[in-house]
């Protein structure tokens, strides 16, 4: 966690648990029980940049401070804030797959979330949306595992950012991670050493028609099923290669 996030969320936290005014000794103790070593002087000057943010309502100098209705907005703010941050990063964690079993796993979420993408995408998609499909679709090569992998994600992403979902998009981002490009050039050698490059190039290509022609209910079908070609060729080759 940040630092200065850490520290906030612990001052607010002394103050909306303390039945009593809080003052810089008491918060120098739970910062320290943390690991943030901060000294008195640091404490009262954080302190008082609390008063001045409204967060926190000062009695005297020797009684110390409670918390005001903002800061109490405020610490339901940053609890939402950590607690965001941690479920990314469990999320990254799972993605960070070290055997064929979650090679899979991450194939079949993405057939999960990208048909909901493909549904949403043929019903809200722009012009600019469906021609940037469309050109995706129509770049996708497999001359090799590297351009092939390039184009594919290229292809894939376009659809996503057609659905117009602020929360698909952000999955899609994390799905597609440039840390997990090794997944995608292994799939592209698959698909030119299995002999069904031009089979997954033809389902892109469908794939952006249905999207293009706003149906969605097939569209979603469409990319569902090729994923569902991905899962079945990947099942004999990944077991070699991870």
């Not at 943030?36 to 967060?55: H, M, N, S, W």
């Amino acid at each position: 966690m940040d630092p200065s996030i850490q520290q906030e969320l612990i001052a607010l936290e002394i103050l909306a648990e303390s039945e009593v005014p809080v003052g810089a000794a008491r918060l120098v103790s739970e910062w320290r029980a943390v690991g943030l070593v901060r000294g008195e002087a640091t404490a009262g000057r954080f302190l008082r940049k609390l008063d001045e943010q409204g967060y926190t309502t000062l009695l005297n100098q020797k009684l110390g401070r409670v918390l005001s209705e903002e800061g109490a907005v405020r610490l339901t703010e940053l609890r939402r804030l950590v607690q965001t941050t941690e479920a990314e990063r469990e999320l990254q964690r799972a993605l960070s797959y070290s055997s064929t079993d979650e090679l899979m796993d991450l194939l079949m979420v993405r057939r999960l979330v990208e048909s909901e993408t493909a549904r949403l995408a043929a019903i809200r998609a722009t012009e600019d949306d469906r021609q940037r499909i469309l050109d995706a679709s129509a770049s996708c090569c497999w001359d090799d595992d590297e351009s092939s992998a390039a184009s594919s994600l290229d292809f894939h992403f376009a659809v996503a950012v057609a659905s117009h979902s602020p929360l698909l998009i952000a999955v899609m981002r994390l799905l597609l991670d440039p840390s997990r490009d090794q997944l995608e050039i292994m799939l592209s050698g698959l698909t030119r050493s299995s002999g069904i490059s031009e089979r997954l190039r033809d389902e892109h290509l469908e794939i952006a028609n249905l999207v293009i022609a706003g149906e969605s209910d097939a569209a979603s079908v469409a990319m569902s099923q090729h994923f569902d070609h991905l899962i079945e060729q990947s099942g004999t080759y990944l077991p070699h290669q991870v």
